[in-house]
C-alpha cells in the first residue's frame, strides 16, 4: 500500500468550538474540507457552541466514542 493511501485510510476527528479565539472555526471548517477534497473519506467533524479554546467533558465523551468506534471495542464500526 502506497504511503499516501494508507494516509486516507485514516479517520480524523476534528473539534472545534464555535467561539475558539485561538483556531478560529473557519478553519476547522477549512480543514476538513481540504482534507476531504485530498481522499480523506470517514472524517468527523463536531462542532461545540459557547466554548472558547478548551475541552469540556461533553467533547471528550464525543472523542471517546468516536475512538471507542474506531477501534471496534464497541463491536461495531463507525
Known amino acids: ?12 476527528i476534528f473539534t ?3 467561539g475558539d479565539d485561538v ?3 473557519k478553519f476547522g471548517e477549512k480543514s476538513t474540507q481540504f482534507l ?4 480523506f473519506r470517514y472524517m468527523s467533524f463536531k462542532t461545540f457552541d459557547g466554548l ?14 468516536w475512538l471507542t468506534g474506531r477501534l471496534g471495542l464497541d463491536g461495531s464500526r463507525s
Open 16 to 18: 472545534n468550538a464555535a
Open 52 to 65: 472558547a479554546h478548551y475541552t469540556v467533558p461533553k467533547e471528550m465523551d464525543e472523542v471517546c466514542h
Open 1 to 12: 500500500m502506497a504511503h499516501g493511501s494508507s494516509l486516507i485510510a485514516l479517520a480524523p
Open 23 to 25: 483556531v478560529p472555526y
Open 36 to 39: 476531504g477534497s485530498a481522499g
